[in-house]
């Protein structure tokens, strides 16, 4: 087994899931206000695996905002969605909570598809931390995918294609689906479109990505529509290769904490198909603005960016 300690004084054990992303990581309690070399590891581990894991961190909501606050500054829990009464920075992903957005019958299925945290954004968070509070026995496995090395597996000729095209991310109803008043109302009062570089670099590691959130991104800029659909279900189908990926089984307890500069995520459907609930609450950290191959940053066509959470009252 795979099993790396570091550093020395964090008492930190990595333990690596795949070939190319996820991490459990065990040794801390992040219950507890981490040291510096806590930190130090578990930032390292983050940026080397994309998305790390904790199990029987059965935090509070105050625990989880305090866990998350020694990593980043915290978004309000949704741009669009809001959050959890009482805990601005938190946001409650429930089993129900899409199927609640749409109406008709294909709408009773939520809409789950690929995506990475809000890029219709033009500062899409930099971090999310999803903490598992009510678990199925079975089914609800989340599935992340590693956008960097998704880059680096494309051909060359493709690459230096990508690298020079920018997009269009939205908050939108899924094709063929229509939204509940109270979804189109809240998606209208708070639009967000923003274009984004296919490519991203990365902040912190200057790794090139492959940022294409295939459940905002919709049309390449300057290409024709037919040429955008068909590159960007290349792209999709590329992105979500099994070999990038990395799927994790939740228990009571357990928290993933991921890196939207470099990954894209999955949340299940099979759960739908079980008479079983299942409950987990999110923060995000405030993110930086993306910037491309070509050193253009992104821009917001509508919306503000998404800002800290700090400044609001907690109620
Ligand atoms: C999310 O998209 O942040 C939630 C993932 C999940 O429900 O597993």
């Known amino acids: 087994m795979n099993t790396a300690v570091v550093p020395e004084e964090a008492q930190i054990v990595v333990r690596p899931l795949s070939a190319h992303i996820g991490a459990e990581i065990s040794g801390v309690d992040l219950s507890r206000p981490l040291t510096q070399a806590q930190i130090k590891a578990i930032r390292g581990a983050l940026l080397e695996w994309r998305v790390i894991f904790f199990r ?4 509070s909501h105050e625990q989880h ?8 500054e915290l978004t309000v829990g949704h741009p669009v969605f809001g959050h959890v009464e009482g805990h601005p920075q938190i946001y409650s992903i429930s089993k129900f909570r899409k199927a609640t957005r749409f109406e008709g019958e294909p709408l009773l ?15 899409p968070p930099f971090a999310s931390i999803l903490r598992g509070v009510t678990i199925p026995p079975f089914g609800g496995d989340t599935q992340w995918t590693n956008l960097v090395v998704a880059y680096e597996k494309l051909s060359a000729p493709l ?5 020079g095209l920018r997009g269009v991310h939205r908050f939108a109803a899924p094709q063929g689906a229509r939204g509940t008043d109270a979804f189109d109302k809240a998606v209208k009062d708070q639009t967000l479109v923003s274009e984004h570089p296919l490519v991203r670099v990365h902040p912190e590691t200057g790794e090139r990505a492959l940022y294409v959130s295939p459940g905002f991104l919709k049309e390449v800029v300057g290409l024709a529509p037919r040429e955008s659909q068909v590159l960007l279900e290349l792209l999709w189908e590329h992105v979500t290769r099994s070999d990038f990926t990395v799927r994790f089984k939740w228990e009571p307890g357990s928290v993933a904490f991921w890196d939207n500069r470099s990954t894209a995520h999955l949340a299940p459907t099979d759960i739908f198909d079980l008479d079983v609930d299942r409950q987990l609450y999110r923060t995000t950290l405030v993110g930086d603005v993306p910037v491309g191959v070509d050193g253009r940053p992104s821009v917001a066509l509508q919306g503000s960016p998404v800002g800290a959470a700090a400044a609001m009252a907690l109620n």
């Open 56 to 59: 029987e961190q059965f935090l």
């Open 65 to 72: 905002v305090a866990f998350s606050a020694q990593f980043g």
């Open 109 to 123: 299925r939520p809409w789950t598809g690929w995506h990475t945290d809000v890029t219709a954004a033009v500062n």
């Open 159 to 163: 690459r230096a294609f990508v690298d």
